[in-house]
T-cell receptor, first 112, second 115 residues
Framework: DSGVTQTPKHLITATGQRVTLRCSPR?????VYWYQQSLDQGLQFLIQ???????AKGNILERFSAQQFPDLHSELNLSSLELGDSALYFC???????????FGPGTRLTVT | DQQVKQNSPSLSVQEGRISILNCDYT??????FLWYKKYPAEGPTFLIS?????DKNEDGRFTVFLNKSAKHLSLHIVPSQPGDSAVYFC??????????????FGKGTKLSVKP
């Protein structure tokens, strides 16, 4: 158990809808990262927050957004969902901005 | 264009033998490399890392070798055990890229260790 929690574990929704994925980092970790893993793909970095502030952006679509709250948990919002958004979404956390990252169990999103 | 490549999607090894997983990268500015292990239905788990100032790092049965001139790293598992069967991801940190300090992952290699 990495100490990073993600909810929900599974999510099935229809195209055009909006969903919110939630992540709680390990106790004491200030950084939260979001990754997407599509079928047969590696982990694609989406976005990083550090102590409430956006720190880095990767391959995140404009339809996606995230935030980190004062209690350091983070939410990833996915809107106008398309079939291609079906993937595993992982959250990771680290103490600072460039330490080892510890991953949550992921949320499997299925868009039908 | 992939900056971190794991060219073997799968590898099968007999229990007790050595497993060698390979990873190539394209950016000479990468300064830190990590290996993660992933079981089905779980998130990736950090395994071992190496700084670009070293060429070897060892932790129990796991050793990572870094060849900077070849932009190549490898993970050796000796002896391999059935519980090592998982997908292994290689990752690199780009300290100067747009995603400063963030990790760039390969697509993974699925290791199967047969009893």
């Amino acid at each position: 158990d990495s100490g990073v929690t993600q909810t929900p574990k599974h999510l099935i929704t229809a195209t055009g809808q909006r969903v919110t994925l939630r992540c709680s980092p390990r106790s004491g970790d200030l950084s939260v990262y979001w990754y997407q893993q599509s079928l047969d793909q590696g982990l694609q970095f989406l976005i990083q927050y550090y102590n409430g502030e956006e720190r880095a952006k990767g391959n995140i679509l404009e339809r996606f957004s995230a935030q980190q709250f004062p209690d350091l948990h983070s939410e990833l919002n996915l809107s106008s969902l398309e079939l291609g958004d079906s993937a595993l979404y992982f959250c990771a956390s680290s103490v600072g901005g460039d330490d080892e990252q510890y991953f949550g169990p992921g949320t499997r999103l299925t868009v039908t | 264009d992939q900056q971190v490549k794991q060219n073997s999607p799968s590898l099968s090894v007999q229990e007790g033998r050595i497993s060698i997983l390979n990873c190539d990268y394209t950016n000479s500015m990468f300064d830190y490399f990590l290996w993660y292990k992933k079981y089905p239905a779980e998130g990736p788990t950090f395994l071992i890392s190496i700084s670009s100032i070293k060429d070897k790092n060892e932790d129990g049965r796991f050793t990572v070798f870094l060849n900077k001139s070849a932009k190549h790293l490898s993970l050796h598992i000796v002896p391999s055990q059935p519980g090592d069967s998982a997908v292994y991801f290689c990752a690199a940190r780009d300290p100067y890229g747009g995603s400063q300090g963030n990790l760039i992952f390969g697509k993974g290699t699925k290791l199967s260790v047969k009893p």
